[in-house]
């Protein structure tokens, strides 16, 4: 990870951490009654550019030790969220150390605002098929309602 990821992972840590989220790996995870969540921060291969991506599932359906946030019931990008579209791209210049004030306040922000919410309305099975009714679910991979529904009927 380069000078702009670290700085980008320290503020993200700095924002999820007083919300209750743990530095898992590359990630940092939240546990709920019944469901995992998780935030992950990804840099693309071809420049300087970064994604938030979000992921939940049921604690029952994860195996022991938390998978990648793609492995997850249900997974997409933090811009799909109302006030995160301008995480749609992080683009910094490639020699970008720095990120500026402005730009940092926008990102806590939205984590404060839309993300952090966001999963927390989503850590128990009842939020998790309340999403499911939403038309915000058809942005998120792997969140076909019929097998979420079909995996949360399966759990005790």
């Known amino acids: 990870m380069n000078e702009t990821g670290r700085a980008l992972t320290h503020l993200i840590t700095q924002v999820l951490k007083p919300a209750g989220f743990k530095r898992v790996g590359d990630q940092w995870v939240i546990e709920g009654d019944d469901c995992v969540g998780a935030v992950n921060l990804q840099k693309s291969n071809y420049s300087n550019t970064y994604y938030i991506n979000l992921a939940v599932a049921p604690r029952e359906l994860l195996p022991a030790q938390i998978p990648r946030t793609e492995e997850f019931t249900l997974y997409g990008r933090a811009n799909a969220l109302p006030k995160c579209e301008m995480l749609k791209e992080l683009r910094f210049p490639?020699?970008?150390?720095?990120?500026?004030?402005?730009?940092?306040?926008?990102?806590?922000?939205?984590?404060?605002?839309?993300?952090?919410?966001?999963?927390?309305?989503?850590?128990?099975?009842?939020?998790?098929?309340?999403?499911?009714?939403?038309?915000?679910?058809?942005?998120?991979?792997?969140?076909?309602?019929?097998?979420?529904?079909?995996?949360?009927?399966?759990?005790?």
Do not use: M, Y
């Open 94 to 156: 490639e020699q970008s150390v720095i990120i500026d004030d402005r730009t940092a306040v926008a990102i806590s922000a939205c984590f404060n605002e839309s993300i952090i919410p966001f999963i927390a309305s989503l850590l128990s099975r009842r939020g998790l098929r309340a999403f499911l009714d939403t038309d915000l679910s058809r942005h998120f991979t792997g969140c076909t309602p019929d097998k979420i529904l079909a995996d949360l009927k399966s759990l005790p």
